[in-house]
């Protein structure tokens, strides 16, 4: 269901990608830089584990009872477009709990064809990462071309694995048009200030909705 026509006040946050691009990463690093200045949740999916919940728990970045893990025993995409059943019963039961400001709910790792359904976010980041090639932007699908934000993470392997950044970003831009694309290290930069002030600026335009 649309936000607006939701009777909750949280702005909803699909964080999907590759498997390994490092969403669980980033998804830590926004817990960091936003819990001090609102309520916010997370759930996870893994396939067939509570690994990356229990990567969030283990590091403290959110009390224990704000992250709840689906594990969707499926493909990943299925849970987060096709079935999204479990999904919702998670977010909805942590927002009827905690009345969150932000839900971020991250995808399990798949490939380049699995997105969100809008029935499930408001918004969703795709996380690539650098070290599978300079050519991947440009291999397109709906997470490249259609995210609301792409994540290219660890430019810090660029010299490492021969990748051009500066082709990652041309044809990031040709694919994708006027929607933004921010290059991180969240190994160098764990802040994640660029993805930081995007979500900000979410925050703001949905409430003003
Ligand atoms: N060098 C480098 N490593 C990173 C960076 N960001 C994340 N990593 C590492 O990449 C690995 C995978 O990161 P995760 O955050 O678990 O990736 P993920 O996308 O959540 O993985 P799945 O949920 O299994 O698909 C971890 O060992 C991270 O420490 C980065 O910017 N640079
Ligand atoms: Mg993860």
Redesign the pocket.
């Known amino acids: 269901m649309p936000r607006e026509d939701r009777e909750d006040r949280a702005l909803r946050i699909g964080v999907g ?12 690093a926004l817990c960091r830089a936003l819990r001090a200045e609102l309520s916010l949740v997370v759930v ?1 999916n ?1 396939i067939y584990t509570t ?2 919940a229990d ?1 969030l728990r283990t590091h403290g970045v959110l009390p224990d009872e704000r992250i709840r893990a689906v594990r969707t025993g499926c493909c990943p995409h299925t849970a987060i477009r096709d079935d999204i059943t479990a999904n919702l019963d998670a977010v909805e039961d942590l927002t009827a709990r905690h009345d969150p400001e932000l839900v971020l709910v ?1 995808s ?3 490939n380049l064809t699995a997105t969100f359904s809008y029935g499930l976010i408001d918004a969703q980041i795709f ?1 690539l ?1 650098v ?1 599978g090639g300079d050519k991947v932007p440009r291999k397109g699908g709906p997470g490249v071309t259609r995210s609301d934000l792409l994540v290219i ?5 660029a010299p490492l694995v021969g990748a051009d950044l500066e082709v990652m970003r041309r044809d990031a831009r040709a694919l994708r048009g006027d929607c933004p694309t921010v290059l ?5 930069q764990p802040d994640a200030g660029a993805v930081v002030d995007w979500v900000r600026n979410q925050l703001r335009s949905a409430a003003r909705r």
């Open positions: 990608g590759p498997v390994g691009s490092g969403k669980t990463a980033l998804v830590a996870t893994d690994e990356d990567f991250e399990g790792g798949d996380v990462d070290a993470n660890k430019i810090d392997l991180i290290s969240l190994r160098q």
